[in-house]
């Protein structure tokens, strides 16, 4: 028998939603990465800090090819932000088991610990706004996010995500 809910056609948002969605995410953004960006800058450092430092701890032993793969950006800009974040003791690289010329990331122990401090706020930011939204909210939120992923393998990615788990 059919889902009742796969038979009601949802009609296309207008040119405002769309206006309105993408003002939104301007938004959510700016107050999502305020709080990390502060603590970033006791550092001296940035976004793209934020960034290596957020996929290495996801990713436990991920390749320095992983990391350019999901970033897109140059190896000169990544090997930048490598440096300095291993160079001051946040990451560490070892070479790969099979393949020595491979680099594996991981973070130190100081990395882990400016990881949880970053994330610990956009954590609780995110959790707060799904518990107020419900369950179908978050589904269709997801689902928006990965609808704007324009890399079909990016968007993979989470679908591997999600059936590990069950």
């Known amino acids: ?24 995410l301007f938004f959510a953004y700016r107050d999502f990465t305020a709080e990390p960006d502060a603590i970033l800058g006791r550092y001296d450092f940035g976004r793209a800090h934020h960034r290596v430092i957020h996929f290495v701890g996801r990713h436990p032993h991920m390749t320095v090819g992983e990391l350019l793969s999901i970033l897109r950006v140059t190896k000169q800009s990544l090997n930048r932000v490598l440096g ?35 994330s610990q706020p956009q ?6 706004a799904f518990r107020q939204a419900g369950g179908e909210a978050v589904e269709g939120f997801r689902k928006v996010l990965l609808g704007i992923i324009a890399d079909e393998d990016d968007r993979r990615r989470f679908e591997r995500t999600l059936l590990d788990k069950r």
């Open 1 to 24: 028998m059919s889902d009742i809910k796969s038979l009601i056609l949802t009609p296309a948002p207008t040119d405002d939603e769309v206006g309105q969605g993408i003002e939104l």
């Open 84 to 118: 300095q974040l291993v160079r001051q003791g946040f990451i560490v690289q070892t070479p790969g088991a099979q393949d020595r010329r491979q680099r594996l990331l991981d973070l130190t122990a100081k990395g882990r610990a400016l990881e949880r401090q970053l």
């Open 123 to 128: 954590r609780a930011r995110v959790a707060d």
